[in-house]
């Protein structure tokens, strides 16, 4: 399953397109308020059908189905099942996890039928181009991300031989943009470089756990582009800040369910500058693999439903070429990871 944090556009709130609230009274669920344009919501990617591609409201199409079956405060019993934001879903657990797939199923069976509610008209699945995508974990508590983990890429920054341990490294959430969002250059820095990256999303409390145990405590997967301001990182000694710059951690598309890639450590990843290739490498080629990045981690700090970690970038970052290749206005950053999809990034001077 792929889930998403998305919210209606504004434009779509029109006379022609009256909001989700009046849509489910002409169907009959008067009782359903409205869902405004602009409110963050929990979302899933329609897989297949004729409208493939397409979001569903997962929330709401709980609350239609519970409607259908005449439950006495369908909005009520939905919100105690399968919360509407990302945070809260994560921390529900398997619980909720299953709601969302029962609601998804729920769609994808009746969106073609004609004896089925017209869930177009309840505002329950929406064209793509109707919604903005958010990074699907928007407000993570933790980004945790691991230095040089790929030995090709550890070689170009310079290091000799390879990191006994996981060398980690905080990045503020407040860097968190989504897909298609601009990444904003700033003016105090003229070396901001990319580094495509296979991001994790923890999905249960995890402090102590073995290495064997660590898979079972992730709920999915998404992309990362662990954008960086080079002069700061490196010759000012600014690691923090040069990693943690506003817009510098795209996160996106969807956040992957684990079920649906048993193996993450048999991914294609590579990173894309204006439609030039920059890297191209396999998640088998980490140093340190996810289950012991997670072991490690949680050792000494806990994790939380809703942390992100960040496994690391391979070579070919921009500032080990030759002449070295630093983000310019008006470039497009795509990162496409296999079996998790791809996140574009524009890059704008923000002029501060």
């Not at 980690?168 to 601009?182: R, T």
């Not at 954008?227 to 969807?254: M, N, Y």
């Amino acid at each position: 399953m792929q889930l998403v944090s998305f919210e209606r556009r504004e434009s779509d709130s029109s006379p022609e397109r009256p909001d989700a609230a009046h849509r489910s009274a002409s169907l009959g669920f008067e009782s359903l308020a409205a869902t405004r344009p602009g409110r963050r919501r929990l979302g899933a990617v329609l897989p297949a059908g004729s409208h493939a591609g397409s979001i569903v409201d997962l929330n709401r199409a709980l609350a239609i189905r519970l409607a259908e079956e005449d439950a006495g405060a369908p909005e009520a019993e939905a919100d105690s099942l399968l919360p509407s934001d990302m945070q809260a879903f994560l921390r529900r657990g398997p619980a909720a996890l299953a709601a969302a797939r029962a609601a998804l199923e729920f769609v994808a069976d009746a969106v073609d039928r004609y004896d089925a509610p017209d869930l177009l008209r309840a505002g329950v699945v929406e064209p793509r181009r109707r919604v903005h995508l958010s990074a699907p974990v928007p407000h993570p508590r933790k980004i945790v991300a691991v230095a040089r983990n790929y030995l090709a890429h550890a070689r170009e920054a310079g290091s000799a031989a390879p990191p006994s341990e996981p060398v980690l490294f905080l990045k503020a959430p407040s860097a968190v943009i989504g897909p298609d969002d601009e990444i904003l250059l700033p003016a105090a820095t003229a070396r901001v470089d990319f580094e495509g990256e296979l991001a994790v999303v923890i999905g249960s409390l995890a402090r102590g756990v073995s290495v064997q145990d660590a898979l079972a405590c992730v709920a999915g997967y998404t992309i990362a582009n662990d954008v960086s301001a080079r002069d700061f990182q490196g010759e000012r000694g600014q690691h923090f800040i040069g990693k943690s710059c506003d817009t510098f951690a795209p996160l996106g598309p969807a956040l992957v369910t684990a079920d649906e890639i048993p193996d993450p450590q048999d991914l294609g990843i590579r990173t894309l500058v204006s439609g030039e290739p920059m890297q191209s490498a396999r998640t088998k080629e980490m140093i340190f693999p996810i289950v012991e990045i997670i072991a490690f981690v949680s050792k000494l700090m806990t994790l939380e439903p809703g942390d992100v970690l960040l496994t690391g970038t391979p070579a070919g970052v921009g500032a080990a070429r030759k002449p070295p290749r630093w983000l310019r206005d008006g470039d497009v950053v795509e990162i496409e990871i296999e079996r998790v999809g791809r996140l574009r990034n524009y890059v704008r001077a923000s002029g501060m």
